[in-house]
């Protein structure tokens, strides 16, 4: 398996533009997170869906903010209208089972919003 | 109280020596426990669970204290490539899924 997939690796947008970041997950893990990494916040919890469901949003920092996930293989962040606040990197990782097993991470997509 | 709180540092340790770190979490419903590892511009990726009896995976030492409601990691005869950022990460705990992380402690071993 070639791991979490993450597109693209590089983003850089001007503000007020919208933002979709992609993932595809390890084929057969049940859920998938969406992270966001700043050196001043460290890594927070955005959102997670299991078996494509949506199951906690509370890390979801606006309305501009929304993740979808329409099959088990794929899944998206949007963020419209970006703005300069939202450069981060953003992880996507998938596990199988969360409380005991490994999660595994994308390679990220750094977004600069100028 | 933050969540997950660890010493950023850096520790600069010279190469050979014994390096162990702290982090403490304020969730008492935890019940999980990880120690990512993070290289510069890359992605965590996990090093080691942590079990309540302790446990060792070749020169590293990870330990759990629930009472006080903290996790160590004890790295031995420390290499070059053991310069990262460790991550301490806990789940949420209380049927909540979903894993809380700390902002890391940044480790630079010297030769």
């Known amino acids: 398996d070639a791991g979490v997939i993450q597109s693209p690796r590089h983003e850089v947008t001007e503000m007020g533009q919208e933002v979709t970041l992609r993932c595809k997950p390890i084929?057969?893990?049940?859920?998938l997170f969406w992270y966001r990494q700043t050196m001043m916040r460290g890594l927070e919890l955005l959102i997670y869906?299991?078996?494509?469901?949506?199951?906690?949003d509370s890390g979801m920092p606006e309305d501009r903010f929304s993740a979808k996930m329409p099959n088990a293989s794929f899944s998206t962040l949007k963020i419209q209208p970006s703005e300069p606040r939202d450069s981060a990197v953003y992880f996507c990782?998938?596990?199988?089972?969360?409380?005991?097993?490994?999660?595994?991470f994308g390679q990220g997509t750094r977004l600069t919003v100028v | 109280r933050k969540e997950v709180e660890q010493d950023p540092g850096p520790f600069n340790v010279p190469e050979g020596a014994t390096v162990a770190f702290n982090c403490t979490y304020s969730?008492?419903?935890?019940?999980?426990f990880f120690w990512y590892r993070q290289d510069c511009r890359k992605e965590p990726k996990l090093l080691m669970s942590?079990?309540?009896s302790g446990n060792e995976d070749g020169r590293f030492t990870a330990q759990l204290n629930r009472a006080s409601q903290y996790i160590s990691l004890l790295i031995r005869d420390s290499k070059l490539s053991d310069s990262a950022t460790y991550l301490c990460?806990?789940?949420?705990?209380?049927?909540?899924?979903?894993?809380?992380f700390g902002k890391g402690t940044h480790l630079i071993i010297q030769p």
């Open positions: 990782a998938s596990s199988l089972i969360t409380l005991n097993t490994e999660a595994f």
């Open positions: 084929s057969g893990h049940d859920y």
């Open positions: 869906f299991n078996n494509n469901v949506p199951i906690d």
């Open positions: 969730n008492s419903a935890s019940q999980s």
């Open positions: 942590v079990y309540s």
């Open positions: 990460v806990v789940n949420k705990g209380g049927g909540a899924d979903g894993l809380t």
